[in-house]
């Protein structure tokens, strides 16, 4: 259950079900009269109602039954089943019937039924033609979601969702809701907090050359954000946006010139580093693209995605060069061989797969289903000997990479483990948890050498106001 609240939950169906609940008990909105003897008007009078009350599940982000009100063509398409809207007959359209509770789910669904105003124009408009825009009329301007910010009750720790290694072994960064953590890597001393963060930092990367950390995130179904933080300062070399949706992975090239970044809105990027620039926007994947990584001599970008696939693109020309379609379910993590020969990936299926790979297309060297439930993460060691798995299950696997016969196994983990770091001599594994701690082991003796540490500070719940006594 909870990988959904780390994957697609966020994104696309608990902000979207919170978004409903809380719209829907927003006020009624005021009843729109429609003129003696005229229908009411799509862009003044219809559009505003549909903003208001149905954008939290069916924006083009959203998407939900495959129903996108965003505009008024995109409306009368219908969704999942078929034309919501009849004109001419508001008693045999779908919506309707579904917002006035004769069809099931009721709509808006968990929120507040319409007014009865609304209603009336919306059937008004449909029986009078549900007419689009007239021409030149502008459509009514999107209103901008105001999200709540709910403080907690008790004390909470941040899950750690992110880990990386600096390139030198010697800087441990752990990213969480709003922060990332510099820790010292062989003592897990904690050095500095990179604060101001949008959302989780969901991924991180070091610049090959050490100076810089990008730490990647962003609020659900509002936007993705980079930020470039400089290693000897502390402070952030700049911000980059672009993705309509948070972004789940961030790579740095070889060379450190470009960030590739994957987000919920199913598009991958490259950035220019320098300039923080977009220099090509990758457009292949038709879901949620949860994972990224560039082949280690530079040309090529692997993505994989939630629509059950890991896309192979030339990173100069931003050519997708062929696609690996033989996951069951979606893949959330993926990693590159030392070589750059082979790739190796893992999803919900609870399945490892290892492609060999090539100029023109990929072969399937290697499957196993590997765990008892899904795959969290991926790693592949830097001798290239073991590929280590994080699982929903409760469990770190190393195994052999050529035939994926297990090597040992980290059993008993006190919760899931969301992110995986081997470090660059490949002696260390970091893992991070859900529960919000970080512990390091020891690839040789496979056994614990640092923590369990509690990677961020609690954050408190508000002080009561004089006169108000806490309550849970």
Same mark, same amino acid.
């Given at each position: 259950m909870r990988l959904a609240l780390l994957r697609w939950g966020p994104c696309a169906i608990g902000v979207a079900v919170f978004l409903a609940l809380v719209l829907g008990g927003i006020g009624s909105s005021e009843k729109v009269e429609a003129g003696q003897g005229s229908a009411p008007s799509y862009a003044a009078q219809v559009q505003p109602i549909l903003q208001q009350k149905c954008l939290a599940c069916h924006s083009g982000a959203a998407k939900m039954a495959e129903l996108v009100m965003d505009n008024y063509d995109s409306l009368m398409k219908g969704g999942a089943h078929g034309p919501d809207i009849v004109p001419g007959k508001s008693g045999e359209s779908r919506l309707v019937l =579904?917002?006035?509770?004769?069809? +099931?789910?009721? =709509? $808006?669904f968990g929120g507040n039924p319409l007014p009865a105003g609304d209603i009336a124009t919306i059937k008004a408009w449909i029986d009078a033609g549900a007419k689009g825009p007239a021409p030149g009329e502008a459509s009514a301007a999107t209103p901008k979601l105001a999200i709540p910010e709910i403080k907690p009750q008790v004390p909470v720790v941040s899950p750690v969702v992110s880990l990386a290694y600096s390139r030198d %072994?010697?800087?441990?960064?752990?990213?969480?809701?709003?922060? #990332? /953590?510099?820790?010292?890597?062989? &003592?897990?001393k904690p050095l500095a907090t990179l604060s101001g963060h949008a959302d989780y930092v969901r991924s991180l990367a070091f610049s090959p050359d050490g100076k810089w950390l990008a730490a990647a995130g962003g609020p659900c179904q509002v936007s993705g954000e980079i930020r470039l933080w400089d290693l000897e300062s502390r402070?952030?070399?700049? !911000? =980059? &946006?672009?993705?309509?949706?948070?972004?789940?992975? #961030?790579?740095?090239? $070889?060379?450190?010139?470009?960030? @590739?970044? &994957?987000?919920y809105d199913k598009l991958a990027k490259l950035w220019d580093a320098s300039a923080g620039k977009e220099v090509r926007n990758l457009k292949d994947h038709i879901d949620a693209v949860f994972a990224v990584a560039f082949s280690p001599d530079g040309k090529w970008l692997a993505t994989g995605s939630q629509d059950r696939s890991v896309k192979i693109w030339d990173v100069a020309s931003g050519e997708r060069l062929y696609t690996l379609s033989e996951p069951a379910d979606g893949i959330t993590c993926i990693a590159f061989s030392p070589s750059g020969k082979q790739i190796a990936a893992g999803g919900y299926d609870k399945t490892i797969y290892v492609w060999n790979l090539a100029d023109k297309g990929g072969t399937l060297a290697h499957t196993l289903i590997a765990d008892e439930d899904s795959i969290l993460q991926v790693?592949?060691?830097?001798? %290239?000997? !073991?590929?280590?798995?994080?699982? @929903?299950?409760?469990?770190?696997?190393? /195994? *052999?990479?050529?035939?994926? *016969?297990? #090597?040992?196994?980290?059993?008993?983990? $006190? *919760?899931? #483990?969301?992110?995986?770091?081997?470090? $660059?001599?490949?002696?260390?594994?970091?893992?991070?948890?859900?529960?919000? &701690?970080?512990?390091?082991?020891?690839?040789?003796?496979?056994? +614990?050498?640092l923590g369990p540490l509690v990677a961020f500070e609690p954050q408190q719940p508000p002080k009561p106001q004089p006169g108000q006594t806490a309550s849970r």
């Open positions: =579904m917002v006035e509770g004769k069809v +099931q789910p009721r =709509m $808006p %072994g010697k800087l441990l960064a752990a990213g969480g809701y709003k922060e #990332v /953590r510099l820790l010292d890597a062989s &003592t897990g402070k952030v070399l700049r !911000t =980059m &946006t672009g993705h309509s949706d948070c972004i789940y992975s #961030v790579a740095v090239s $070889p060379d450190g010139k470009l960030i @590739a970044s &994957t987000s790693a592949w060691s830097p001798d %290239g000997k !073991t590929i280590i798995t994080s699982s @929903a299950d409760g469990s770190i696997r190393v /195994r *052999d990479a050529a035939s994926l *016969d297990p #090597v040992s196994v980290f059993g008993n983990q $006190p *919760d899931w #483990v969301d992110a995986l770091s081997i470090s $660059p001599n490949g002696k260390s594994l970091a893992a991070g948890r859900y529960n919000g &701690t970080l512990s390091v082991y020891d690839l040789g003796s496979y056994k +614990q050498v």
